[in-house]
């Protein structure tokens, strides 16, 4: 899972930055926002197991949930 998610989630990241530097400053709060669930993102991915049984997926899933939900409510309060 990390190796197929983390390069999108990282290009996102980079994309993020570059347009922050030339925008409004709402529009900048707003890719900030972004780019600090982004930063989760990747947080969730570089977790690893932690027991031999333990597997990464499994550690890295409810905080993947957490940031779900987190968007899921932005979105139903009137977010973009």
Same mark, same amino acid.
């Given at each position: 899972m990390r190796k197929r998610l983390q390069p999108k989630v990282r290009e996102v990241r980079k994309q993020i930055k570059k347009r922050s530097a030339t925008t409004a400053p709402t529009e900048a709060e707003q890719l900030a926002v $972004?780019?600090?669930y982004a930063t989760g993102i990747v &947080?969730? $991915?570089? &977790?690893d197991? $932690?027991?031999s049984i333990t597997y990464? &997926?499994?550690e890295a899933t409810p905080m993947l949930d957490e940031i779900e939900a987190s968007l899921?409510? $932005?979105s139903t309060k009137g977010g973009r």
């Open positions: $972004l780019d600090e &947080t969730a $991915l570089n &977790t197991g $932690l027991q990464a &997926t499994v899921q409510q $932005l």
